[in-house]
């Protein structure tokens, strides 16, 4: 009988992996260009797609566009005009070096920290990879 009820607490507590096996395409950047300004309306839509906080793929974004920004509402305001292009290859770096895990190519992972280091830790096949880049 303790048993069973470890065994239920157990299958409660385990993270569930999707396994369906449609591709994984991350949404294209919809913004428009306003003045000498770039909005990108669709950012928390993408944050939550990846499943990753959307002040860390703002960051990344500010960061590696080499930008000045700022969060408003649901939209990412930067400081420059920008074309979709160059953003969405940001973003798929993002995804690439955040979310995809590099051994099955699923984006089935989280972030994890163990003694300061983070660490991308793929909940279908289990592999973990430290990660380079700095947020």
């Known amino acids: 009988m303790e048993y069973e009820k470890l065994l239920e607490k157990a299958y409660n507590e385990i993270k ?5 096996s449609d591709r994984f395409e991350v949404p294209a950047v919809k913004g428009q260009v306003a003045g000498k300004n770039t909005i990108i309306t669709n950012i928390t839509e993408i944050a939550s797609y990846i499943r990753r ?11 590696e566009l080499a930008v000045s920004g700022k969060m408003d509402n649901s939209r990412l305001i930067l400081n420059r005009r920008l074309s979709s292009t160059l953003v969405n290859e940001k973003v798929q770096l993002y995804v690439k070096e ?38």
């Not at 569930?16 to 369906?20: A, C, F, I, S």
Request: net charge positive; with cysteine.
């Open 98 to 135: 955040f979310v995809l895990c590099h051994e099955c190519k699923k984006p089935d992972t989280e972030i994890i920290s163990e003694k300061g280091i983070k660490f991308k830790h793929c909940l279908a096949c289990g592999a973990k990879y430290p990660i380079k880049s700095k947020i």
């Open 16 to 20: 569930v992996v999707d396994t369906n």
């Open 53 to 63: 906080p959307l002040e860390n793929l703002a960051k990344y974004l500010l960061k």
